[in-house]
């Protein structure tokens, strides 16, 4: 019984890892779903782009404020990657982008300096005094057209994964557990994609 | 049995000594330079401490990882390092090997002298660390960091919010102006008393034109500053800031740095014109000189490293603790390390010995050590070759006496087996007794003499000789004293299957060292056909002497007999018939003994045979075709073999024999009968045998032998000497003649003569 419980547990785990996504989204050509609790991430392809939404729900967490606080520059890096679910192996990457958000407070001018990159690309920073605007500006990202859909082809499944972790890591134990990456994985449903601007 | 030569043969081993690149542990160079490398690493690691404070990354993704990889590391080094010791220490024990278990004790004292401080050293330090690093975040001096921040914070903001009034205060001045229309002096006019009044630096004011698209275009109208102000200040920042407002923007004021270290704190404002529409922007400059800005940012940052210091503080304890823990490690594994080297430096020349040692005992003498050291162990390593050098001599010289012995062993087979060739060969009967007169060997010839059997090693002598026939043998060994080895050759007559065989017996006493009796030596030879020929010559000698003596008055009786009968043949009849008769009588009587004396002549004149290869089948056809027709009652029957080779023989001599033979068996068959004659080749053997058979009564055991004497007979008639013919033709060819009985009666003859 208990090998036979053991082996169960490891096809529904090496199932689990090939699948990726819950399967819910089967078929829509948009959707919501989240991995880790506290990381949603929606995707819509329209325009010829792919426009993926993601929100970091307590991304600014206590750690992190004490560390913006303390005039740290702080960095929640976003690592959104477009992939096709494969059956009975993992799934493959079709493209990946990587956003990141900083910001840096002045205990000084008691101003917040934002900026943002997408793939290393970096937009106008911001200064700001109000720390709600310095939340949205670190979790929530909308539409952002981080993928070309020239790349997706048409009839085929694909799904959006966004990894997010946060510098520096200033949360934890006294040691460094290398295999540990503390950070959260959120998807997005599968979609087909039925061809240019269908969506 | 272990011999000499079941010792391996000595081969040439080398001495046991390491080979090729010297192992780590025995390379001090090696050591000193891994211990250099570490230290330069630590020096690296220490000169880089300085700027964990200020990167937390490097402090979190790198020194952290390295530190946590190098405890994991080292921790599993020492795992390996002790669980594989104390396999092998198992299994090395399990084998019996001795010096696993001073090995195992050595690393264990080391190991356990060192885990204890270490741990508590741990243990206490890792606390003082805490203790410290708690201590750093005490309350008043957050308080005083923070205030100080607050501080300067708050004269920041009161300057900025001065400016931004000021800005404030001109925009509804001049909007309440026909702005932009109106006279730029008059503009200067309302400006200018801010300014000069020192309540702000310098204002600047832009005039927005909006276009159909696009963003509104601000362009500068009028600028007022202090004279002190610094000339470095950079217009574009206030062009930006006036852009940014015009565009809506929110964020209308911020510092801008300045050459020196001083900087401006700038504020905007959107000027509006009556009827609400933007109509340009306002800028107001404060400017705040090095010294002051210097001061509050060296305020600032003393709070923000506080606090940093404060955000890091799990990191950084656990960077601490991680080195000290790695250190911890290090002294863990180096003084397992060190157990195990000081237990090989150790061990290792006595196991070098002990494995020598087993070389040695497997019978490899050359077996040798190179001595790595000149301490004791260099000392014990010399005497244990010496040692070695020593047992090799002897068993050089062990070997070369085996070799002697070897060779006066082979020399003396050699020569046993040449006395028991001599032996088995000779037609001397050998019999050798121990000292309690049991039989030690009985050679071929001896046994066959005495028709025992050869192997009777440890039989008694009286057992062995335990036959009737024998006892005649017995009794003369049992008798013998020592002292008889000297007396000559005794003559022993045995009766053995119904012929008649004298031994030569004489003996030997065997002594040993120190003249110790060991045992006799009996030695016999069958003289028999030497009495035989003894007998034969003598009744030759007895036959001539009598054909001598007896034929020479023969013929004078002869005639004295004739002549007297010739004188009474005129006498009267009685008489003459008398004188007659007794003249026949005697002139018969002599005839007869002149045939009697020619017959002894014959015996003893008998010449030398002539022998020439003769085909004996018509020889003996021949021959027996003189009694063609003269027996009615007697059959011959001829048996000759169809490839029978020619035969070197005397044929006269030969049909001689034949006709003795066969007129023998006529007369012992009565004159009725059946008599084979048979010739047989055995080529083998190289003999061709002939065999004249009767079936008539035959002759008793007892009397066969005496058949060939010379006058013995079992007939009526005859001189008794036909088969002493025979046997002596027989004889002087070379053969043998034999006499059985035939089956299933009669007599049977054999004649075995070389072909």
């Given at each position: ?31 919501a779903?989240a991995g880790d609790e506290g990381l949603r991430v929606a ?9 993926v939404s993601f929100s970091l729900a307590d991304g600014l967490t206590r750690e992190l404020r004490q560390a913006i606080d303390s005039g740290l520059p702080a960095t929640i890096t976003y690592v959104v990657e ?14 990946s982008a990587t956003v990141t958000a900083t910001v840096r407070f002045d205990n000084l001018t008691r101003q917040h300096q934002l900026s943002r990159t997408i793939d290393g690309r970096g937009e106008e920073p911001r200064v700001t005094e109000d720390e709600e605007e310095v939340r949205r500006w670190l979790t929530e990202f909308d539409?952002l057209?981080l ?14 994964k966004v990894r997010a972790h946060a510098r520096p890591r200033v949360s934890g134990g006294l040691f460094f557990w290398p295999w540990g990456r503390g950070g959260k994985t959120g998807f ?12 | ?44 690691a220490l000169a880089f401490s300085g700027s964990w404070r200020y990167s937390p990354d490097f402090l979190t993704e790198f020194v952290l990882y390295a530190l946590s990889v190098a405890d994991l ?49 741990l243990l206490v330090g890792s606390e003082l660390i805490r203790s410290n690093v708690d201590r750093w975040f005490n309350a008043p001096m957050e308080e005083i960091v923070a205030s100080a921040n607050r501080m300067a914070s708050d004269y920041y903001s009161e300057r900025q919010l001065?400016t931004s ?79 940014r407002?015009?565009?809506?923007s929110r964020e209308a004021h911020g510092p801008e740095p300045?050459?020196?270290g001083?900087q401006?704190l700038r504020a ?20 705040l000189?090095?010294?002051m800005a210097a001061r509050s940012r060296r305020m600032t940052d003393a709070y923000e490293a506080y606090n940093q210091l404060k955000v890091l503080r799990n990191p950084l304890l656990g960077v601490y603790l991680s080195f000290f823990l790695m250190v ?428």
């Amino acid at each position: 019984m208990i090998r036979r419980a053991l082996l169960a547990a490891l096809a529904a785990a090496v199932l689990g890892a090939c699948s990726g996504p819950p399967i819910g989204g089967v078929y829509a050509l948009s959707g919501a779903a989240a991995g880790d609790e506290g990381l949603r991430v929606a995707s819509l392809a329209k325009d010829g782009q792919l426009l993926v939404s993601f929100s970091l729900a307590d991304g600014l967490t206590r750690e992190l404020r004490q560390a913006i606080d303390s005039g740290l520059p702080a960095t929640i890096t976003y690592v959104v990657e477009l992939r096709r679910p494969t059956a009975l192996w993992f799934d493959g990457t079709v493209a990946s982008a990587t956003v990141t958000a900083t910001v840096r407070f002045d205990n000084l001018t008691r101003q917040h300096q934002l900026s943002r990159t997408i793939d290393g690309r970096g937009e106008e920073p911001r200064v700001t005094e109000d720390e709600e605007e310095v939340r949205r500006w670190l979790t929530e990202f909308d539409r952002l057209p981080l993928f070309n859909t020239a790349q997706l082809e048409p009839n085929m499944v694909y799904y959006v994964k966004v990894r997010a972790h946060a510098r520096p890591r200033v949360s934890g134990g006294l040691f460094f557990w290398p295999w540990g990456r503390g950070g959260k994985t959120g998807f997005a449903p599968r979609f087909t994609y039925l061809g240019d601007d269908r969506g | 049995m272990l011999t000499l030569r079941d010792v391996p043969p000595p081969t040439r081993r080398p001495a046991v000594r390491p080979r090729g690149r010297r192992p780590f542990r025995d390379n001090p160079l090696q050591i000193l330079a891994v211990i250099g490398l570490l230290a330069a690493a630590l020096g690296v690691a220490l000169a880089f401490s300085g700027s964990w404070r200020y990167s937390p990354d490097f402090l979190t993704e790198f020194v952290l990882y390295a530190l946590s990889v190098a405890d994991l590391t080292m921790i599993l080094a020492l795992v390996f390092v002790l669980a594989r010791n104390i396999i092998k220490m198992m299994v090395e024990r399990r084998r019996g090997l001795p010096i696993a278990r001073f090995r195992s004790k050595l690393v264990g004292a080391l190991l356990g002298m060192t885990l204890v401080p270490a741990v508590l050293v741990l243990l206490v330090g890792s606390e003082l660390i805490r203790s410290n690093v708690d201590r750093w975040f005490n309350a008043p001096m957050e308080e005083i960091v923070a205030s100080a921040n607050r501080m300067a914070s708050d004269y920041y903001s009161e300057r900025q919010l001065l400016t931004s009034g000021t800005a404030a205060r001109l925009s509804r001045a001049l909007g309440a102006m026909p702005f932009p229309e109106g006279d730029p002096v008059a503009v200067r006019d309302v400006i200018q008393p801010e300014v000069a009044q020192q309540r702000v630096s310098m204002v600047e004011v832009y005039r927005v034109a909006r276009g159909r698209s696009g963003p509104p275009v601000v362009s500068s109208v009028v600028d007022v500053a202090v004279p002190s102000l610094p000339r470095e200040y950079n217009r574009a920042s206030a062009d930006r800031l006036a852009e940014r407002v015009a565009a809506g923007s929110r964020e209308a004021h911020g510092p801008e740095p300045l050459g020196g270290g001083g900087q401006l704190l700038r504020a905007a404002e959107p000027i509006r014109a009556r009827d609400g529409t933007l109509a340009g922007v306002v800028v107001a400059s404060d400017f705040l000189t090095g010294e002051m800005a210097a001061r509050s940012r060296r305020m600032t940052d003393a709070y923000e490293a506080y606090n940093q210091l404060k955000v890091l503080r799990n990191p950084l304890l656990g960077v601490y603790l991680s080195f000290f823990l790695m250190v911890t490690l290090m002294i863990l594994v180096s003084a397992t390390w060190m157990g195990l080297y000081l237990a090989a430096r150790i061990t290792r020349p006595v196991q070098r010995l002990a494995a020598a040692a087993r070389a040695i005992g497997a019978g490899h003498l050359d077996q040798r050590l190179e001595p790595e050291t000149s301490d004791e162990f260099g000392s014990l390593v010399e005497a244990f070759n010496t040692m070695a050098a020593e047992l090799s001599a002897s068993r050089q010289n062990l070997e070369r006496s085996a070799r002697t012995l070897e060779r006066q062993h082979q020399e003396v087979e050699a020569r046993r087996r040449y006395i028991q060739t001599i032996l088995d060969r000779i037609t001397t009967g050998v019999i050798s007794l121990d000292a309690d007169d049991r039989v030690s060997t009985v050679n071929t010839a001896a046994a066959r003499l005495l028709g025992v059997e050869g192997d009777q090693a440890g039989l008694p002598v009286g057992e062995l000789l335990g036959r009737p026939d024998l006892e005649p043998l017995a009794k003369l060994i049992a008798g013998a004293r020592p002292g008889d080895a000297d007396k000559p050759a005794q003559e022993v007559s045995l009766a053995r299957e119904g012929r008649e065989l004298d031994l030569a017996v004489a003996m030997a006493t065997l002594h040993g060292q120190g003249g110790a009796i060991e045992g006799r030596l009996i030695v016999f030879d069958d003289i028999t056909p030497l009495i035989r020929a003894q007998k034969v010559a003598a009744w030759r000698e007895v036959a001539r002497r009598l054909a001598h003596e007896i034929k020479n008055p023969l013929t004078p009786i002869q005639l004295c007999a004739e002549r007297l009968a010739r004188h009474f043949q005129g006498a009267p009849p009685p008489t003459r018939e008398l004188v007659a008769e007794c003249t026949r009588t005697i002139v018969g009587e002599v005839e007869s003994l002149k045939g009697l004396v020619d017959e002894f002549s014959q015996f003893a004149r008998m010449p030398a045979p002539r022998r020439i290869p003769t085909a004996l089948p018509p020889l003996l056809a021949d021959t027996l075709g003189l009694y063609v027709g003269l027996f009615r009652d007697v059959t011959i029957e001829t048996r000759f073999p169809a490839d029978l080779p020619p035969v070197r023989v005397d044929p006269e001599q030969i049909r001689r024999v034949v006709i003795n033979l066969v007129d023998n068996a006529i007369e012992a068959m009565d004159r009725r009968g059946r008599v084979v004659l048979e010739v047989q080749h055995a080529a083998a053997e190289r003999i061709v045998r002939l065999i004249v058979a009767d079936n008539g009564p035959g002759i008793p055991e007892g009397e066969r032998e005496k058949l060939f004497l010379p006058y013995y007979s079992t007939k009526r008639r005859g001189s008794g000497l036909g088969l002493a013919i025979v046997r002596r033709i027989v004889a002087e060819h070379g053969g043998t003649i034999e006499v059985t009985s035939n089956a299933p009666r009669g007599t049977r003859f054999t004649i075995d003569l070389p072909a």
